[in-house]
């Protein structure tokens, strides 16, 4: 691997790790201030207003992702002239979509009547209706921002791009976690967060203009056969996320219908560990998506199986320890975090560990797929196999209680793994290459170890 693209995934890996660790960060710092200073039922009312910044933070409306990719694969081949055009058109969709939908959802917030704002009383529905419109105003902009941020990655500077936004989050909570403190109000709040995301998508604008010279502002450019190219991947990259975060709390949901709550306390306390372990082990998946869109615009077939196997191996080596933790001291973990409140028992925690080893080996290559705009070919399955996952919960853990929503889940990543598995063998590397590359591998660590 060439000494400038390995220092390309490190600078990339080193920038998605302060990410994570910004967002871990601010979940432990946010919720004991917020909910101690606005009390529980203020503090709910606020995570309920955020969830449409969340959402769309999550989904980016599926164009922010897929513009990335077709501009990382045109300026990798030195067609600057037609990344631009890929810009201009799907900022125009990018805007246009998220303005219709941030203006119906204000207009929904502006009529519905004050009974439908649920609050403690500490604050008017008028000081809630701001609140929400401010929030719109807050998510609008970050959408934005991820067209510049995927400008950033098509252009070699994604960790610019994540480092800046790392910042930005970790700015914008200690801003806001410092207003409250000294009894600021959720309007000041969420107009402090519109605020700081302006200057952040700024600083990010100013990166980019200077970075990448081929970047132009406007829709001179825009093209609607550029548009429709762009919108049935767009829309396959939409449904991922909102397909795991539904089976996610889906099955919550479920396991809380079937078995009552003591069984969904089990099972999200041990999901949010194995979570973690998934996002860590993908972490240079993450780093080196843009650098296998290059590779595969460029038809380096051998560059793509290295990345491929580097996705592999990194994933591996977070999961194995991560799976031996939780099969062996995972219960004692859990009931020490919760401080005594969950215990889960042996036959969550080893489903629930499998359940992270086959996700953590398949959803980082199905980012892989994703970087070269291959989700049109799993996204619909998945959609379809969560939603059975989360209808087949309910009456396994009537029977079984939460290890029901752990088989449920473990059925969904099987069928899952299995695809993204064939999908990769037809499109990235055949068997004979990965075991080419394994060996590789194996002469390269022994050949160190002399």
């Known amino acids: 691997m060439a000494h400038s693209l390995r220092a390309r995934i490190v600078r990339g890996f080193g920038a998605a790790g302060l990410f994570q660790l910004a967002n871990i960060v601010l979940q432990l710092l946010l919720l004991p201030v917020l909910a101690s200073h606005w009390g529980a039922n203020l503090y709910g009312t606020w995570v309920m207003l955020f969830t449409l910044p969340s959402f769309l933070s999550l989904s980016d409306l599926g164009f922010g992702s897929t513009s990335a990719t077709q501009m990382t694969m045109r300026v990798a081949r030195g067609e600057f002239a037609e990344a631009a055009v890929v810009f201009q058109s799907a900022w125009l969709t990018m805007l246009c979509l998220s303005s219709i939908f941030c203006v119906c959802v204000g207009v929904i917030g502006a009529l519905l009547p004050a009974g439908a704002f649920p609050s403690s009383g500490a604050v008017s529905a008028d000081e809630l209706r701001y609140t929400l419109w401010l929030l719109i105003g807050y998510s609008w902009i970050g959408l934005q921002g991820w067209m510049i941020i995927g400008v950033l990655r098509a252009n070699g500077d994604f960790a610019i791009g994540t480092f800046t936004m790392a910042i930005v989050v970790l700015v914008e909570g200690g801003v806001i976690a410092t207003s409250v403190v000294l009894g600021g109000s959720m309007v000041l709040a969420s107009g402090l967060y519109l605020l700081l995301r302006f200057f952040g998508v700024l600083a990010l604008v100013l990166q980019a203009k200077r970075r990448a010279p081929w970047l132009e502002l406007g829709f001179e450019k825009v093209n609607l056969e550029e548009i429709k190219r762009l919108f049935a991947p767009s829309v396959a990259s939409m449904i991922i996320p909102m397909s795991l975060a539904g089976v996610l709390q889906g099955t919550a949901l479920a396991i809380g219908i079937g078995a009552g709550p003591v069984h969904v306390a089990a099972f999200t306390a041990v999901r949010t560990l194995t979570r973690a372990g998934v996002q860590i082990g993908s972490l240079v998946c993450n780093a080196s998506a843009p650098e296998f869109s290059a590779a595969f615009a460029l038809d380096e077939r051998g560059r793509l199986i290295q ?21 062996f001291f995972g219960e004692r973990f859990v009931e020490f975090w919760s401080g005594g409140a969950i215990r889960p028992s042996n036959s969550v925690l080893i489903v629930m560990t499998l359940v992270m080893f086959l996700h953590g080996l398949w959803y980082p290559v199905s980012n892989l797929l994703q970087a070269i705009n291959h989700q049109r070919y799993y996204a619909y399955r998945y959609l379809f196999l ?16 939460a290890v029901g929503g752990a088989i449920a889940m473990f059925l969904l990543e099987s069928a899952m793994f299995v695809l993204i598995s064939g999908l990769a063998t037809k499109v990235i590397a055949r068997p004979a290459e990965v075991r080419a590359l394994i060996s590789q591998l194996f002469a390269i660590a022994r050949n160190e170890q002399k």
Do not use: D, M, Q, W
């Open 386 to 401: 969560s939603i059975v996952s989360v209808f087949l919960t309910y009456p396994l853990a009537r029977r079984f209680g």
């Open 307 to 327: 990345l491929y196997g580097l996705t592999l191996a990194s994933s591996v080596a977070v999961l194995i320890p991560a799976f031996f933790f939780l099969c």
